[in-house]
T-cell receptor
Framework: QLQLQESGPGLVKPSETLSLTCTVS??????????WQWIRQPPGKGLEWIGS???????YYNPSLESRVTISVDTSKNQFSLKLSSVTAADTAVYYC???????????WGQGTLITVSS | QSVLSQPPSASGTPGQRVTISCSGS????????VYWYQQLPGTAPKLLIY???QRPAGVPDRFSGSKSGTSASLAISGLRSEDEADYYC???????????FGGGTKLTVL
């Protein structure tokens, strides 16, 4: 059974860079036709797609966040990562990693990790 | 402002049938599969329906999905108290090159 697990610091200071890693188990991150996603959900609000990566390294970002987002993949560790720079309180959210088949919505989700931006 | 439109709330009594709508456009629902998720407080979204109307193993057949044009619906029959949750629709969007979501519908079982 595929499992995804987010990890990273729960608290980030304003203007700093948020860094998260998603570890994939029960399957290979290098599987054809599957894209690896970062999605977030501010407290009490809906879901927002941040961006995605293919195992080859190809990336796709939400235009609303593109200037601040970098997603990378480490196939040797079966992990992919998110960096979001210049964070503000508006970036406080539960951050999820997920897997999508090509041109489809997510079918597997991590449990999510709450990131709070505060000094 | 979510790309897909859902009613913010829905309600029903135990045993009733309720439907939740999801409206999109030609770049998402109109040309791609629709997915539905159930989210209980403090938990990750759980896949309820994939590719418009398929249920993953373990999802009761009380849950069903349908799609017509640029709209989709989730139906829950034989409503139970444990169905009280937030429900989200989603689809791939060709314009965004990523998945888009509805704003969520909070279902209350009266």
């Amino acid at each position: 059974q595929l499992q995804l697990q987010e990890s990273g610091p729960g608290l980030v200071k304003p203007s700093e860079t948020l860094s998260l890693t998603c570890t994939v188990s029960g399957g290979s991150i290098s599987t054809d036709n599957y894209y690896w996603q970062w999605i977030r959900q501010p407290p009490g609000k809906g879901l927002e797609w941040i961006g995605s990566i293919y195992f080859s390294g190809s990336t796709y970002y939400n235009p609303s966040l593109e200037s601040r987002v970098t997603i990378s993949v480490d196939t040797s560790k079966n992990q992919f990562s998110l960096k979001l720079s210049s964070v503000t309180a508006a970036d406080t959210a539960v951050y999820y990693c997920a897997r999508c088949y090509v041109a489809a919505a997510p079918t597997y989700w991590g449990q999510g990790t709450l990131i709070t931006v505060s000094s | 402002q979510s790309v897909l439109s859902q009613p913010p709330s829905a309600s029903g009594t135990p045993g009733q049938r309720v439907t939740i709508s999801c409206s999109g456009s030609s770049s998402n629902i109109g040309s791609k599969y629709v997915y539905w998720y159930q989210q209980l407080p403090g938990t990750a979204p759980k896949l309820l329906i994939y590719t418009n109307n398929q249920r993953p193993a373990g999802v009761p057949d009380r849950f069903s999905g349908s799609k017509s044009g640029t709209s989709a619906s989730l139906a829950i029959s034989g409503l139970r108290s444990e169905d009280e949750a937030d429900y989200y629709c989603a689809a791939w969007d060709d314009s965004l090159s990523g998945p888009v979501f509805g704003g969520g519908t909070k279902l209350t079982v009266l």
